[in-house]
């Protein structure tokens, strides 16, 4: 089966991350149309995973904009479509990985007669999309797709009330190589040093673009509430960027975190590319997302690190911490409520060992990759023609 991956982003996100580990699969009967150049390109390069950009621009991404909009303003969509008809006549399957990928996979699909697969890795719901947007996305995937892929069960749940087809979607979880997430010690404590930590703090990593929804500022309001006793054994890491141009966000964050007298407390790393040794250098991983988020792909991350982690109890993160036993769920944009159980987790060392230790064999098992190539590789074989 020969695939032909679409995916708008020429920025490596969360559904590009999953992409690529999907695509190692296909490496040799795959191509990756991106439509927007950028460094997911230099990533799916480096693993050998075929990539061609269909346009060099980027695209205007805002929940509010109009996709047809944002896809005609980089050259049009006709250009788009062009390209993406001429493609497909060397595949068999086309693959949406995003949405705006699924305006072009539908109409590629209805001209060129592939079919078409839609991996659904968003919230559709008025919070994170605008009223036009959900009923293209809705309309399509009903009426193009093959099958749906959802990456996890809120996902799944919203994409039904927003009227999607129940029947086309199915659950497939984030898949993750655990062999990635293994670490050296000596390299660990070495960054550690490197990034200034004195022995004994207790460093909270934060792993996320920074952006108003994904919640970098809850940490920050919970952290300055701690009594000044905790307060000050802690450091806090902020690591990602304003990959979609939030910008004026990261400045308030930066004047907040001045403003609270949490300078020496608070460093902004920008965006890495060496997760697993900045998570297993922290003592906790905090995941404080303001809205449900459809997966997250970092607190899996976290568990197969052995950092142990608290996530916003909301969309997928529900699904994947059993709390208590594979982590601690917190009320999402509760800054209060957060402050009291990073106090309370500082004094149970032990039990913090213990949950990490938990949620990475529970992780491995229920998360590896292999398992979600395999569902993944079953719902594409469905949708070919006999
Ligand atoms: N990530 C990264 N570098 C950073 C920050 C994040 O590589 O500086 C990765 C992170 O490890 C995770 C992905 O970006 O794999 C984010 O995925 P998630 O599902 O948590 O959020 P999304 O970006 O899809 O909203």
């Known amino acids: ?123 559709l719901s ?44 199915h659950v497939v979880y984030n898949g993750f190589d655990p062999a990635q997430y293994k670490t050296n010690a000596e390299e660990v404590q070495w960054l550690r040093k490197e990034l200034g930590i004195p022995a004994g703090q207790f460093v909270i990593g934060h792993f996320s673009r920074l ?26 890491l902020l690591v990602g960027s304003a990959l979609f141009g939030e910008d004026d966000y990261v400045e308030q964050l930066q004047q907040r975190v001045e403003q609270l007298g949490l300078g020496e407390r608070v460093q902004f790393l920008g965006f890495r590319s060496d997760i697993s040794q900045l998570m297993t250098a922290c003592e906790l991983v905090v995941h404080s997302s303001t809205s449900p988020e459809p997966f997250g792909r970092v607190i899996v991350e976290a568990m197969l690190c052995g950092t142990p982690v608290v996530a916003a109890q909301a969309g997928g993160a529900v699904e994947l911490i059993e709390p208590e036993a594979t982590g601690w769920l917190a009320p999402p944009g509760d800054a209060v409520g957060l402050s009291q159980l990073l106090e309370r987790l500082l004094g149970e060392p032990e039990l913090l060992e213990q949950v990490a230790l938990q949620a990475r064999g529970v992780s491995r098992d229920r998360f590896h990759l292999h398992q979600t190539q395999q569902q993944v590789e079953q719902l594409l074989e469905r949708c070919l023609p006999l």
């Open 211 to 236: 952006s108003p929804w994904k919640g970098q500022h809850v940490l920050i309001d919970a952290v300055a509430q701690m009594v000044p006793e905790l307060r000050s054994r802690i450091t806090v």
């Open 1 to 123: 089966m020969r695939i032909l991956f679409l995916d708008q982003s020429g920025k490596p996100g969360g559904a590009e991350l999953s992409l690529m580990d999907l695509a190692q699969a296909y490496r040799d009967r795959c191509l990756v149309a991106l439509f927007e150049d950028g460094p997911f390109r230099d990533r799916l390069e480096q693993v050998q995973i075929p990539v061609t950009c269909l346009a060099a621009q980027g695209m205007k991404v805002s929940k509010d904009s109009s996709w047809w909009q944002s896809l005609g303003s980089i050259g049009g969509l006709l250009s788009l479509l062009k390209q993406c008809l001429r493609l497909s006549r060397d595949y068999d399957l086309l693959y949406a990985n995003t949405s705006k990928a699924l305006v072009l996979g539908a109409l590629t699909s209805k001209l060129s007669g592939r079919p078409l697969v839609y991996h659904l890795r968003d919230i």
């Open 126 to 169: 008025r919070e994170h999309f605008s009223r036009s947007n959900l009923r293209i996305a809705v309309t399509l995937a009903n009426s193009c797709a093959s099958a749906i892929i959802a990456n996890s069960q809120a996902t799944r749940d919203a994409f039904i009330q927003a009227g999607g087809n129940a029947e086309l979607c």
